[in-house]
């Protein structure tokens, strides 16, 4: 699973806007977050996941946040799994270590 801030997308509608009417709709689209948001398929497929307060002040924060969720939530699925049982493969204490550090630095 994907989520991803809403932008713009050009689509036989849009394709007409102006630069200002693109602009404006960004401001929108940017406080969204969506899951299966493909350009493909014209962003049909998109579902929201939420919409964020732009004006708080931990906005950006909250959106990286927001759209590492589902790997984050994988990592500590894995993590979960693993610690019912032995937990000293090095090979998969690297892979997990090197995911969270992604993302750490990712939400940095």
């Known amino acids: 699973m994907n989520w991803k801030r809403g932008k713009t997308l050009m ?7 102006t630069e200002e009417e693109i602009k404006r709709n960004n401001l929108i689209e940017e406080t969204m977050v969506f899951s299966n948001f493909y350009g493909f398929d014209n962003g049909k497929s998109r579902r929201l996941v939420c919409t964020v307060n732009k004006d708080h002040e931990d906005y950006e924060k909250n959106i990286k946040l927001i759209e590492s969720a589902p790997e ?31 993302i750490i630095k990712r939400l940095s």
Not at 84 to 94: N, T
């Open 72 to 102: 984050l939530y994988s990592i500590v699925n894995e993590i979960y799994k693993i610690t019912e049982g032995p937990f000293d493969d090095p090979v998969i204490q690297e892979d997990l270590y090197d995911r969270m550090d992604k």
């Open 11 to 17: 689509t036989p509608t849009t394709i007409g806007w």
